[in-house]
């Protein structure tokens, strides 16, 4: 059986935490992001975890997460 590839664009976004969670960053983080309040900036910080709904999907992306 060939090697799975990794899918490299899930790989720069998603994080997958130790205990096997998706994490994802916010999107449109980069566009006019120094007109914004710093309260809104910092709303782009923080990561998020994938919708149960999308975690089958993203996790077929990137071989050894398992769910």
């Given at each position: 059986m060939p090697k799975l590839k990794t899918h490299k664009?899930?790989?720069k976004r998603i994080h997958v935490t130790a205990t096997g969670?998706?994490?994802r960053t916010k999107g449109h983080k980069s566009h006019l992001?120094?007109?914004k309040p710093k309260a809104t900036?910092?709303?782009?910080?923080?990561k998020l975890p994938v919708?149960?709904?999308d975690v089958e999907?993203?996790?077929s992306l990137?071989?050894?997460v398992s769910h």
């Open positions: 664009g899930a790989k969670k998706l994490l992001r120094r007109t900036k910092r709303l782009y910080d923080n919708h149960k709904a999907r993203i996790a990137l071989p050894g």
